[in-house]
């Protein structure tokens, strides 16, 4: 497609297409053709496609190289956006084949966010539709066989198709349109002073960008940016995510820097997650893991609650949760003591479950949160020997919503 003369073609056969079955006016055949097209409405689409009637500036359901599919991720814990560059950690093997067809490939790889973390093999229906596309960088084997791989993030797309068949995700794309870049001087001036106070109190390094930060005149950017280094709920950010308006999007980013505030962690959640710490440096481990921390939520008030709730025998709790970290530790272990440094999933647990206690409107984040987002590492021994007393992440929830009833 050149020109709007041409989409305004596409509008009057589809209206005398439709005549028989429909009575359908000129101007509804312009605002259906519209989003047929991937854009809001027909006065937006005149206007991209007048801007330069020799380069089509709408993005419809392409995929370069004439590629129907691409390799895909699942993204369990967090919400990628366009500019960031991330650490992934590699475990499923339906992933491990999608990285290996990326990097046999142009080392590009759909990022599907799922809607529930706990989800181990998800389908089109467990994904939100919005995603990005990222490129892979470099790769790295760690320990227990998991893969950390860098991801540059490019740009948001459409997910149409999600399959996991033959041992490997992939998912089929479509390019989405956010429109031209709006002036915005005040918005962008008053945001940026705005996260700068955000950052400030909760400890928020400014990352580099190019051009710098408080130089971004893209407000969609900026707005992308900014949410990046919030401490937000995952369908929070990806509301974000999928807020294609350049302006709005940023708009949006203002009031949630306004808004979220994650309750503080209890007295009690902060003597049990230095506990934790203690058990790894009691056995001189350089990583304090998941079995670490639910072995000292075996003495938070909270946690305990939710667990005798759950009919968890903390006996047997216990002596699985010790057996496991003295044998099948080891390899963490140190010829001198250390100061141990929580792992990768003791920090998501714990930034999840301050977002899980901000959602549940709870005055403070405790051991009960914690053990509710304990669930999303579904393959970890800290889950599985939850698991086998038949304890699920709903009972834990609803533990934490009888809880909040009562004190209401």
């Not at 990326?102 to 994904?127: I, M, N, S, Y």
């Not at 949410?227 to 709920?233: E, F, T």
């Not at 670490?292 to 949760?321: P, Y």
């Not at 304990?374 to 919503?401: G, N, Y």
């Amino acid at each position: 497609m050149r020109d709007f003369r041409e989409a305004k073609s596409m509008a009057h056969t589809l209206r005398e297409s439709l005549t028989d079955r429909l009575a359908i006016s000129h101007s509804d055949s312009l605002e259906l053709v519209s989003r047929m097209l991937g854009v809001a409405d027909w006065n937006t689409l005149a206007a991209l496609l007048k801007d330069d009637p020799r380069s089509p500036t709408v993005a419809v359901a392409g995929h370069p190289e004439g590629a129907t599919f691409y390799p895909a991720i699942p993204i369990r814990d967090f919400v990628p956006f366009p500019t960031m560059t991330f650490p992934l950690f590699i475990g499923r093997e339906k992933t491990r084949q999608a990285l290996e067809a990326a990097f046999a490939g142009a080392r590009e790889v759909v990022l599907a966010v799922q809607k529930d973390a706990a989800v181990d093999d998800p389908t089109l229906d467990d994904l939100h539709e919005i995603g990005t596309l990222g490129r892979l960088m470099e790769v790295e084997r760690l320990p227990d066989d998991i893969l950390k791989v860098f991801v540059q993030v490019q740009r948001r797309v459409a997910i149409g198709r999600f399959v996991g068949e033959h041992g490997t995700y992939r998912a089929e794309i479509a390019a989405v349109a956010e429109g031209r870049i709006p002036e915005a001087p005040d918005l962008i001036r008053q945001a940026v002073e705005r996260f700068k106070e955000y950052a400030a109190t909760r400890d928020i390094r400014e990352v580099a960008t190019v051009p710098p930060f408080d130089r971004i005149r893209d407000p969609g950017r900026l707005a992308d940016v900014i949410v990046s280094q919030m401490v937000l709920p995952l369908r929070s950010k990806q509301a974000v995510l999928a807020t294609l308006d350049p302006l709005y999007r940023l708009q949006q980013v203002y009031a949630l820097m306004d808004s979220a505030v994650a309750p503080e962690r209890s007295a009690e959640l902060a003597a049990t997650l230095e506990r934790a710490l203690a058990h790894a440096r009691q056995r001189r481990h350089g990583t304090a893991t998941l079995e670490h921390l639910l072995l000292a939520m075996t003495d938070d008030a909270d946690a305990t609650s939710a667990m005798h709730h759950c009919g968890i025998d903390l006996g047997i709790l216990r002596e699985s949760l010790i057996g496991y970290i003295d044998t099948g530790l080891k390899h963490l272990s140190t010829e001198r003591e250390t100061d141990p440094q929580p792992s990768t999933a003791f920090q998501r647990v714990t930034q999840r479950a301050g977002m899980q206690a901000w959602e549940m409107h709870c005055a403070a984040t405790s051991g009960a949160e914690i053990l509710a987002s304990l669930f999303a590492e579904a393959r970890s021994p800290a889950v599985q020997v939850l698991v086998q007393q038949h304890m699920t992440q709903k009972h834990a929830l609803d533990f934490i919503v009888q809880r909040q009833m009562k004190r209401r």
